[in-house]
């Protein structure tokens, strides 16, 4: 099946800081991929959808201007946690779609990364 | 957006089926119903994926009746290893994928 890859697994940031997560569909091209962030014991939020070569869409309540994706390519979305904040501490992951051989849509998800502000 | 609604919870003893069921009452008529499990820590991982009647692969099987309003996933012969949060996602164009809360799985010993 697909594959859809993303780095880091985990990572540990100062607060102020900023960190890139990248989400990479490995052997397929996606022109659309999804964000989502997940705290404990939750369900998946949807953050935004990355659409590749035009300006994500962002879910109401997301800003757009902290949370910075580009979906330059057709294989790689980015989603950049701009002056990162304790409260930003969540597990990010990322989605793509990938159509089937009979023409069903499917998404596959990132391995999701671990995000920790201190 | 066809919203789901699931059980919350599940408990069941190891090596018996389980039957979680998923309402979706304003399923579209070019929605797929698809099923994902997610483990602590990782990104859902595809189940099963149907448009009606039956279907079988090798992990579980997809019940949707005629009104394709409800959907059923059963997992046979579950392990510890099924412990997870199960997740019935409708969806069409895939313009917009959205989760509801799941069903969290406990498989006893």
């Known amino acids: 099946g697909a594959v859809v890859s993303q780095h880091p697994s985990w990572v540990i940031c100062k607060s102020g800081t900023s960190v890139k997560i990248e989400c990479r569909s490995l052997?397929?091209?996606?022109?659309?991929m999804f964000w989502y962030r997940q705290f404990p014991k939750q369900s998946l939020m949807l953050m935004a959808t990355?659409?590749?070569?035009?300006?994500?869409?962002?879910e109401q309540g997301v800003e757009k201007d902290k949370f910075l994706i580009n979906h330059a390519s057709l294989t790689l979305s980015t989603l950049t946690v701009t002056s990162a904040h304790p409260e930003d501490s969540s597990f990010y992951i990322c989605?793509?779609?990938?159509?089937?051989?009979?023409?069903?849509?499917?998404?596959?998800f990132g391995q999701g990364t671990r995000l920790t502000v201190v | 957006l066809a919203k789901t609604t699931q059980p919350i919870s599940m408990d069941s003893y190891e090596g018996q089926e389980v039957n979680i069921t998923c309402s979706h009452n304003?399923?579209?008529?070019?929605?797929?119903i698809t099923w994902y499990q997610q483990f602590p820590s990782q990104g859902p991982r595809f189940i099963i994926q149907?448009?009606?009647t039956k279907v079988t692969n090798e992990v579980a099987s997809l019940f949707i009746p005629a009104d394709r309003k409800s959907s059923t996933l059963s997992l046979p012969r579950v392990s510890l290893s099924d412990t997870a949060v199960y997740y019935c996602?409708?969806?069409?164009?895939?313009?917009?994928?959205?989760f509801g809360i799941g069903t969290k799985l406990q498989v006893i010993p």
């Open positions: 989605s793509a779609i990938s159509t089937r051989d009979r023409g069903e849509k499917e998404a596959f």
């Open positions: 052997d397929f091209q996606a022109t659309t």
């Open positions: 990355s659409n590749e070569g035009s300006k994500a869409t962002y």
């Open positions: 304003n399923i579209a008529t070019n929605d797929y």
């Open positions: 149907g448009y009606k």
């Open positions: 996602l409708v969806a069409g164009g895939y313009q917009k994928v959205t």
